[in-house]
């Protein structure tokens, strides 16, 4: 059976859930993406990493464009250790992909930001 939705004016299935004009709650991991502190600690991450993708710099590369600061282990898992140094790495967009489904192991990656944390 179909209707008119009270949402959006369009015709749906009666099981359809419309979230035209929906507001979602934000989730805590974006909320304290948004942070300035976060902001500032990325742009460390950054700079410390000499502006490279730390996997290929090890693998003697220089891959310096869409850089995005990763967390090896994720806020979600533990939120304390969001604006931890060693938690933090800088990755090549595909590399940062491998990272997420977890193809780049979470060892290797500690190791590449403690060695940036102790130079």
């Known amino acids: 059976m179909y209707r008119a939705c009270s949402?959006?004016?369009k015709v749906h299935d009666s099981n359809y859930k419309c979230n035209h004009n929906r507001t979602f709650k934000q989730s805590d991991q974006r909320e304290l993406r948004n942070k300035y502190v976060w902001h500032k600690?990325?742009?460390e991450v950054r700079r410390k990493s000499k502006y490279l993708c730390s996997v290929?710099?090890?693998?003697?590369?220089?891959?310096?464009?869409g850089l995005g600061v990763h967390h090896i282990v994720s806020i979600?898992?533990?939120?304390e250790r969001y604006l931890d140094n060693y938690n933090l790495i800088c990755l090549c967009p595909e590399h940062h992909r491998l990272a997420e489904i977890g193809k780049i192991d979470?060892?290797?990656?500690?190791?590449l930001a403690r060695q940036r944390e102790d130079k």
Request: glycine content about 4%; some cysteine; hydrophobic content about 10%.
């Open 7 to 9: 949402r959006c004016g």
């Open 41 to 43: 600690k990325s742009e």
């Open 56 to 65: 290929c710099k090890d693998e003697k590369k220089y891959v310096y464009e």
């Open 76 to 79: 979600k898992e533990d939120k």
């Open 106 to 111: 979470k060892d290797y990656l500690f190791e």
